[in-house]
T-cell receptor
Framework: GENVEQHPSTLSVQEGDSAVIKCTYS??????FPWYKQELGKRPQLIID?????GEKKDQRIAVTLNKTAKHFSLHITETQPEDSAVYFC???????????FGTGTQLKVEL | GAVVSQHPSWVICKSGTSVKIECRSL??????MFWYRQFPKQSLMLMAT?????????EQGVEKDKFLINHASLTLSTLTVTSAHPEDSSFYIC??????????FGPGTRLTVT
């Protein structure tokens, strides 16, 4: 089955700096790669997603890049703000139907 | 659109009892629903995939006789934790598919078994 690895597990940045979170996946048949933000005790919120026919996607301060050959994708957050502090999860699906395989999560802390 | 609800939001039960959690898609029909479990400071782990009118598909290591899933309609799936034990205490989250990829998550149910 699919295996998704995520790094780093924790990330601390100064407000205004950029944050980058990286994920690798194992199943070359995966074709959908969402990123979620989860605050403590809440549901995961989709912040951006990318499909395998696209190499990059951007939405305001958030961007995702996908390298299908290397089987890795990354989340980029620019001009970070304190409200960006949360746990971020990458995920992959498509190789085994619709089910999502999640990465292990990154605790992002944006310090003033 | 694409709202998923769960009930209850939290529940405390005694060891040995059973607990039922409901997952509803409020404004769309979901052919597939998913159940996840999340322990503190850990990722979401898929427990099972539930399709309306058919038996759920469980992930490896998940006891199907302990975690009973029923997907009776296109808007409702239920998860019953039978003979709950303290190690079953966790955050249970459902999600539903409206199309082939994006999943919409419920708010989760915090289960505490005493």
């Amino acid at each position: 089955g699919e295996n998704v690895e995520q790094h780093p597990s924790t990330l601390s940045v100064q407000e205004g700096d950029s944050a980058v979170i990286k994920c690798t996946y194992s199943d070359s048949a995966s074709n959908y790669f969402p990123w979620y933000k989860q605050e403590l005790g809440k549901r995961p919120q989709l912040i951006i997603d990318i499909r395998s026919n696209v190499g990059e996607k951007k939405d305001q301060r958030i961007a995702v890049t996908l390298n299908k050959t290397a089987k890795h994708f990354s989340l980029h957050i620019t001009e970070t703000q304190p409200e960006d502090s949360a746990v971020y999860f990458c995920a992959a699906s498509g190789g085994g139907g619709n089910k999502l395989t999640f990465g292990t999560g990154t605790q992002l802390k944006v310090e003033l | 659109g694409a709202v998923v609800s769960q009930h209850p939001s939290w529940v405390i039960c005694k060891s040995g009892t059973s607990v039922k959690i409901e997952c509803r898609s409020l404004d769309f029909q979901a052919t597939t629903m998913f159940w996840y479990r999340q322990f503190p400071k850990q990722s979401l782990m898929l427990m099972a995939t539930s399709n309306e009118g058919s038996k759920a598909t469980y992930e490896q290591g998940v006891e199907k006789d302990k975690f009973l899933i029923n997907h009776a309609s296109l808007t409702l799936s239920t998860l019953t934790v039978t003979s709950a034990h303290p190690e079953d205490s966790s955050f249970y989250i459902c999600s539903a598919n409206r199309d082939l990829s994006e999943q919409y998550f419920g708010p989760g149910t915090r289960l505490t078994v005493t």
